[in-house]
T-cell receptor, first 114, second 113 residues
């Protein structure tokens, strides 16, 4: 069984640019959540996708957007990058959207904005 | 909204000693509670979860946690620390109808030989 994978592993962008991060969910999982983890902090919930629809959003501006595809893989897009967007971006998949489901995390994408 | 507080950003124990990592939660409805471990440059791995069944939850690698509603706590313990336990540990809370999982700031565990 393949776990959650993310690409790319590392990324360096310039302030003002746009970035797309990708996530492949674990087999059989229809829900993907995205988190931002700044250095030395716990992950912060960005949003969740369930069966291709956004299903909950944290306190992040609209320049953070996402997609989920029919195979349940997902993308996180960030427009107009700011220095504070530098962080580890984690994707997690789960077999459902309810709060009791455990989430399986990928290794993350380290984004550096200069 | 729900939240968690992890007491102690850094805990240091000797190999073979008891590990105790503290987590207190705040939630207006019954919570689901989780402990995750993160090794350097890796994602998060689930250690254990509480979903309103038994209050004493056993997880992987010898870890366990006890849900205490009266104390709003969900502390993580392990009787005997191993060098491989050195990592960052996160406590997290969710509620049934809210997909926003809230994490604590994390506790870095160091294990001394």
């Amino acid at each position: 069984e393949t776990g959650v994978t993310q690409s790319p592993t590392h990324l360096i962008k310039t302030r003002g640019q746009q970035v797309t991060l990708r996530c492949s969910s674990q087999s059989g999982h229809n829900t993907v959540s995205w988190y931002q983890q700044a250095l030395g902090q716990g992950p912060q919930f960005i949003f969740q996708y369930y069966r291709e629809e956004e299903n909950g959003r944290g306190n992040f501006p609209p320049r953070f957007s996402g997609l989920q595809f029919p195979n349940y893989s997902s993308e996180l897009n960030v427009n107009a990058l700011e220095l504070d967007d530098s962080a580890l971006y984690l994707c997690a998949s789960s077999p459902g959207s309810g709060g009791h489901y455990e989430q399986y995390f990928g290794p993350g994408t380290r984004l550096t904005v200069t | 909204a729900q939240s968690v507080t992890q007491l102690g950003s850094h805990v240091s124990v000797s190999e073979g000693a008891l590990v105790l990592l503290r987590c207190n939660y705040s939630s207006s409805v019954p919570p689901y509670l989780f402990w995750y471990v993160q090794y350097p440059n890796q994602g998060l791995q689930l250690l254990l979860k509480y979903t309103s069944a038994a209050t004493l939850v056993k997880g992987i690698n010898g870890f366990e946690a006890e849900f205490k509603k009266s104390e709003t706590s969900f502390h993580l313990t392990k009787p005997s620390a191993h060098m491989s336990d050195a990592a960052e540990y996160f406590c997290a809370v969710r509620v049934y109808n809210n997909n926003d999982m809230r994490f604590g700031a994390g506790t870095r565990l160091t294990v001394k030989p």
